[in-house]
């Protein structure tokens, strides 16, 4: 078999919306010319021909295969590798400052709310007067602020790996990382794996999953071990928000976390999601799940924002409310026939 046949089978192998950039072949002079922390052929500088010295340079998501989602940049403000990969912050033409890890854009200052408040909000609200929560990710401090809204939460502890994403949202993001400053939070920077494997069992009402795509050292925050440890970790009727990628890319996935999280979690699965314009497809998922104990209906919010004392305090949510909550859950069609395990 020549090498030609091999690599097409390697790829049949590889769910199509999976392939990422590995769809395109490799250009030694698009390759000199790349932007270091985007994946090969999907950092591009556009030059005037009327004038030399007039460039337009653009961010591209690289996430899938024929599809790119651009942003102009005005300005790199920061760009440096951590212990674990390469951090990004520029300035945007439309949505304002941007943070990409790795190439891959992870939030704008003009659509993250949406992202934050569902992830946050949808688990809080389905449950009376959480008392403790842990954030596994979510350095950027924005799933923080969320979280601090709930003034019967006691303890939020965050397990972020990377001391480096803190360290430029406090600088570049500040609107997010104010989630830092409230006295209730405490910051483990170290692995997620390890932290939640030492937490005793039944110690936190809900834990929120704000880590990046499945694909690398992700991809065990994603699978079954990983779900019994959070499992372990929550109390009866304890709730579980993870985020879950898009119905639109990768219903086989979604329906492998579902499977996974059915086999673990004795009280309720759940699906939903929420528009994220600068996210692949521009739509994001959750999954919600609850331990064996009291019943919890995700899709109906039994601890409603607009009723929580000091919840608007600080300022007012800009997507989240009781009546987007409910809607979250409606699944198109084509996705309750994709995804079996729902």
Same mark, same amino acid.
């Given at each position: 078999?020549?090498?030609? /046949?091999?690599?097409?089978?390697?790829?049949?192998?590889?769910?199509? &919306? &999976?392939?990422?950039?590995? $769809?395109?072949?490799?250009?030694? +002079?698009? +390759?000199?010319? %790349?932007?270091?922390?985007?994946?090969?052929?999907?950092?591009?500088?556009?030059?005037? *021909?009327?004038?030399?010295?007039?460039?337009?340079?653009?961010?591209?998501?690289?996430?899938?295969? !024929?599809?790119?989602?651009?942003? =102009?940049?005005?300005?790199?403000?920061?760009?440096?590798?951590?212990?674990?990969? =390469?951090?990004?912050?520029?300035?945007?033409?439309?949505? !304002? /400052?941007?943070?990409?890890?790795?190439?891959?854009?992870?939030?704008?200052?003009?659509?993250?709310?949406?992202?934050?408040?569902?992830?946050?909000?949808?688990?809080? %609200?389905?449950?009376?007067?959480?008392?403790?929560?842990?954030?596994?990710?979510?350095?950027?401090?924005?799933?923080? #602020?969320?979280?601090?809204?709930?003034?019967?939460?006691?303890?939020?502890?965050? &397990?972020?790996?990377?001391?480096?994403?803190?360290?430029?949202?406090? /600088?570049?993001?500040?609107?997010?990382?104010?989630?830092?400053?409230?006295?209730?939070?405490?910051?483990?920077?170290?692995?997620?794996?390890?932290?939640? #494997?030492?937490?005793?069992?039944?110690?936190?009402?809900?834990?929120?999953?704000?880590? *990046?795509?499945?694909?690398?050292?992700?991809?065990?925050?994603?699978?079954?071990?990983?779900? =019994?440890?959070?499992?372990?970790?929550?109390?009866?009727? !304890?709730?579980? %928000?993870?985020?879950?990628?898009?119905?639109?890319?990768?219903?086989?996935?979604?329906?492998?976390?579902? $499977?996974? &999280?059915?086999?673990?979690?004795?009280?309720?699965?759940?699906?939903?999601?929420?528009?994220?314009?600068?996210?692949?497809?521009?739509?994001?998922?959750?999954?919600? %799940?609850?331990? =064996? !104990?009291?019943?919890?209906?995700?899709?109906?919010?039994?601890?409603?924002?607009?009723?929580?004392?000091?919840?608007?305090?600080? *300022?007012?949510?800009?997507?989240?409310?009781?009546?987007?909550?409910?809607?979250?859950?409606?699944?198109? *069609?084509?996705?309750?026939?994709?995804?079996?395990?729902?």
């Amino acid at each position: 078999m020549d090498q030609h /046949k091999i690599n097409e089978n390697e790829l049949a192998a590889i769910p199509p &919306c &999976c392939l990422k950039a590995r $769809a395109f072949s490799p250009d030694a +002079e698009l +390759e000199a010319n %790349c932007h270091a922390t985007v994946v090969l052929g999907w950092f591009t500088e556009h030059q005037n *021909s009327s004038d030399k010295g007039d460039k337009r340079v653009y961010f591209n998501n690289p996430m899938w295969p !024929g599809e790119a989602h651009s942003l =102009e940049v005005k300005n790199v403000l920061f760009k440096e590798r951590s212990k674990f990969q =390469e951090v990004l912050v520029f300035e945007s033409a439309t949505y !304002g /400052k941007v943070l990409v890890l790795d190439g891959i854009l992870q939030l704008t200052e003009k659509d993250e709310f949406a992202y934050q408040e569902m992830i946050a909000h949808l688990p809080l %609200c389905s449950i009376k007067s959480p008392k403790t929560v842990l954030v596994v990710g979510g350095g950027d401090g924005g799933v923080l #602020r969320e979280v601090a809204r709930h003034s019967s939460v006691e303890l939020i502890d965050i &397990c972020e790996i990377d001391q480096m994403v803190i360290d430029v949202s406090k /600088k570049f993001f500040p609107d997010l990382a104010v989630g830092f400053e409230d006295p209730r939070v405490h910051l483990h920077v170290e692995d997620a794996l390890e932290f939640i #494997r030492h937490v005793p069992k039944g110690k936190y009402d809900a834990i929120i999953v704000d880590s *990046s795509d499945p694909v690398g050292p992700a991809q065990d925050l994603v699978e079954k071990p990983f779900f =019994e440890m959070i499992s372990n970790a929550l109390r009866p009727g !304890g709730v579980l %928000c993870n985020m879950a990628e898009s119905m639109w890319l990768h219903t086989h996935l979604i329906n492998d976390m579902i $499977a996974a &999280c059915r086999e673990v979690f004795k009280g309720s699965v759940h699906y939903a999601w929420a528009n994220v314009p600068t996210y692949p497809s521009g739509v994001i998922g959750f999954i919600l %799940c609850s331990t =064996e !104990g009291p019943h919890v209906d995700f899709r109906n919010p039994v601890n409603p924002i607009e009723k929580l004392e000091g919840a608007y305090d600080q *300022s007012e949510p800009k997507f989240y409310n009781s009546q987007i909550h409910r809607a979250a859950f409606a699944l198109p *069609s084509f996705v309750k026939k994709q995804v079996s395990s729902l």
